[in-house]
């Protein structure tokens, strides 16, 4: 599957942006999604992950409550709306795809880089003080 992520830019804080990640080759529903981003200098990070039927999510703490992933199967497309940015959230943000509609059982399965095989380019948010 082919990611292709979209909509970063720049906001001041306590903006909002939504971001898009569009996959096409297989079909979308088979695939759990997730969102990651890189600070500058920084490791890359789990965000959210999203299951291949979109019923079921799973937030990073630090986004909880500020964040929200979904997804429309008919579009081919998962979503991050980002709500309350703060200038911590600047980074680049990468979507990804694993093989399984699934979500892991385990938090470390749900959010380790490892657990996706398939990544889109970055798309850069920048929060402004």
């Known amino acids: 599957v082919q990611l292709q992520a979209s909509g970063g830019g720049f906001v001041q804080t306590g903006g909002s942006l939504r971001l898009s990640c569009e996959a096409s080759?297989?079909?979308?529903?088979?695939?759990?999604m997730a969102w990651f981003r890189q600070a500058p200098g920084k490791e890359r990070e789990f965000v959210a992950t999203?299951?291949?039927?979109?019923?079921?999510?799973f937030y990073d703490s630090s986004v909880k409550f500020r964040f929200t992933i979904s997804r429309d199967n008919a579009k081919n497309t998962m979503y991050l709306q980002m709500n309350r940015l703060e200038p911590e959230d600047t980074a680049v943000y990468y979507c990804?795809?694993?093989?399984?509609?699934?979500?892991?059982?385990?938090?470390?399965?749900?959010?380790?880089?490892?657990?996706?095989?398939?990544w889109g380019q970055g798309t850069l948010v920048t929060v402004s003080s």
């Open positions: 990804a795809a694993k093989s399984s509609p699934v979500l892991s059982p385990s938090e470390a399965g749900r959010t380790s880089r490892n657990a996706y095989g398939y």
């Open positions: 999203i299951s291949g039927s979109g019923l079921s999510t």
């Open positions: 080759g297989r079909t979308f529903s088979n695939y759990a």
